[in-house]
């Protein structure tokens, strides 16, 4: 079915759309978002060359299945974000959570700290810079950042590092200057900044790769799409991938519900400490 604007999707292909998106990224397609759905997967279709979405649901349960589900998350993602966005949050990682880890970090400790959705760059490379005024020694030690997102193309844009001038506005003059310089296309991070960076695709649904544990983990406005279950073991399995007296911030219209509440503390606004996990009892 198509109309003057493109394919028209039916009740029933949104149905299979949505539960594709679902079983892969936990992220909840309401039927107020079919028209936001429609109108970015109609670009899709066009470069593919498929005419209706009967073959592009076809395409998604094929041989490129794989592949095409890549795509329809991108398609999907919702990936706002800005420097220094939710700033308290940069404060009190500058003020309050690395000052008592970089002298750990000098004397050899391992420092870990992870964006888990961190969309274009803008989240992690915050957490950079604010890591680097602290720490401005970091690349000497075992220290890292690391910056993951379930979407290719923007993983993509986070590892070159590069922002326009009004993407780095927020970024306080001095502080730009320090840790950016011009590029063609407006401005990029400097080496000693991307030094301490690691960007790699992640479903924060599926398995995570991670041999150690995180002393710092952002996951803003990103569980705010998903069920209140698949939220719910997010938080879990953050409060596992944590050391003891680890942060986490979440993002503002969010909280700390469920079973993880327990294993965690409020120290802040949308910010939690890791508890320490209490000795089993001697038998
Ligand atoms: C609104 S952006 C938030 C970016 C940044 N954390 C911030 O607060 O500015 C949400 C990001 O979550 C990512 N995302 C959505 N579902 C995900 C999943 N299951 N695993 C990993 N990332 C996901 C999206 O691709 C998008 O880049």
């Avoid at 079915?1 to 594709?20: N, S, Y």
């Avoid at 490129?64 to 966005?85: K, M, W």
């Avoid at 960007?199 to 995180?214: C, V």
């Avoid at 993002?251 to 910010?271: C, I, K, M, N, Y």
Wanted: charged share 25%.
């Amino acid at each position: 079915m198509a109309t003057a604007t493109g394919p028209v999707l039916t009740d029933a292909q949104f149905r299979k759309i949505a539960a594709i998106v679902h079983e892969d990224s936990g992220i909840i397609l309401s039927e107020s978002k079919r028209s936001l759905l429609m109108a970015r997967l109609n670009r899709r279709l066009r470069g593919l060359s498929l005419g209706d979405y009967g073959a592009y649901c076809d395409r998604l349960e094929g041989p490129d299945g794989p592949q095409e589900r890549r795509h329809l998350l991108s398609a999907i993602t919702t990936n706002v974000t800005a420097f220094f966005r939710e700033g308290h949050h940069f404060d009190s990682l500058a003020r309050e959570v690395l000052p008592p880890l970089a002298p750990l970090a000098r004397a050899g400790r391992r420092l870990r700290l992870w964006s888990a959705a961190s969309s274009s760059g803008e989240e992690p490379y915050s957490m950079a810079v604010t890591l680097l005024d602290a720490i401005p020694d970091a690349a000497r030690h075992d220290v890292l950042i690391l910056a993951t997102d379930i979407d290719p193309e923007m993983v993509a844009r986070s590892r070159q590092g590069r922002f326009s001038a009004e993407a780095l506005s927020p970024v306080p003059a001095a502080q730009a200057r320090k840790y950016f310089q011009p590029c063609a296309t407006g401005f990029e991070a400097r080496p000693e900044v991307r030094q301490i960076m690691r960007f790699d695709e992640l479903n924060l649904h599926g398995d995570w790769p991670f041999s150690g544990k995180f002393d710092v983990i952002f996951c803003r406005n990103t569980a705010i799409y998903f069920d209140a279950a698949a939220r719910q073991r997010l938080w879990l399995r953050f409060g596992q991938a944590m050391v003891e007296g680890g942060t986490l911030f979440i993002g503002h219209s969010e909280r700390l519900d469920g079973p993880a509440a327990a294993l965690f503390q409020p120290t802040g606004t949308t910010q939690y400490r890791r508890n320490a996990t209490p000795a089993p009892a001697r038998t």
